[in-house]
């Protein structure tokens, strides 16, 4: 049992270059986010998908976009990378919080991205 | 606006004595808050939430509704407590659910 699959592990991009952090969940669970952790501003959520098939923004959106393919895959893309977005992200799933009482957030292991 | 505050960037205390990792919160509603945990090279990871008012590897927090506060702690640190600590609240908004966490504050138990 993976529980939550980020890829890739690490990243290195030029301004202006596009990607896709790919997230992948095994438990079965409703809901999947992304977060962005920054030293010093801890983490802050980007996007959240709380059922298949919906997206909504969290806390910083912008300079980016987001997919869920399934049940099991969130994807976060970077149209047009800057380094503002030199982060770790890092993708979480769990069960809708507040219907599953005190449902955890599970988080993969983080995508490490600098862009240049 | 719901808010979680963390003061503390970095917390240095020697082993065997005791810690206390701070957390204020600002909320209109009911809090349900919870503390995560990441250690050197490893996800992060549920540590305690206050509703099970458990205690997990020794650390214990309880909610003070009239502080505003979900301070956690633990009698007597350890070298393996060093870790990164996440204060978070559950609110409600938008028609779901979702945790805001603080920004953080770093443990390092000091041999």
């Known amino acids: 049992n993976a529980g939550v699959t980020q890829t890739p592990k690490f990243q290195v991009l030029k301004t202006g270059q596009s990607m896709t952090l790919q997230c992948a969940q095994d438990?079965?669970?409703?809901?999947m986010y992304w977060y962005r952790q920054d030293p010093g501003m801890g983490l802050r959520l980007i996007y959240y998908s709380a059922s298949e098939g919906t997206t909504d923004k969290g806390e910083v959106p912008n300079g980016y976009n987001v997919s869920r393919l399934n049940k099991r895959e969130f994807s976060l893309r970077l149209e047009s990378a800057a380094p503002s977005q030199t982060s770790v992200y890092f993708c979480?799933?769990?069960?809708?919080?507040?219907?599953?009482?005190?449902?955890?957030?599970?988080f993969g292991n983080g995508t490490r991205l600098t862009v240049t | 606006a719901q808010r979680v505050t963390q003061p503390e960037k970095l917390l240095s205390v020697f082993k065997g004595a005791p810690v206390e990792l701070k957390c204020n919160y600002s909320y209109s509603g009911s809090p349900e808050l919870f503390w995560y945990v990441q250690y050197s090279r490893q996800r992060l990871q549920l540590l305690l939430r206050?509703?099970s008012r458990e205690s997990i590897k020794g650390f214990t927090a309880d909610l003070n509704k009239g502080e505003t506060s979900f301070h956690l702690k633990k009698p007597f640190a350890q070298e393996e407590d060093s870790a990164m600590y996440y204060c978070?609240?559950?609110?409600?908004?938008?028609?779901?659910?979702?945790?805001?966490f603080g920004k953080g504050t770093k443990l390092s138990v000091i041999p």
């Open positions: 978070a609240l559950l609110y409600s908004g938008a028609g779901s659910y979702q945790l805001t």
């Open positions: 206050h509703i």
């Open positions: 438990m079965n669970h409703n809901s």
């Open positions: 979480a799933s769990s069960e809708p919080l507040g219907q599953a009482y005190n449902s955890p957030l599970h």
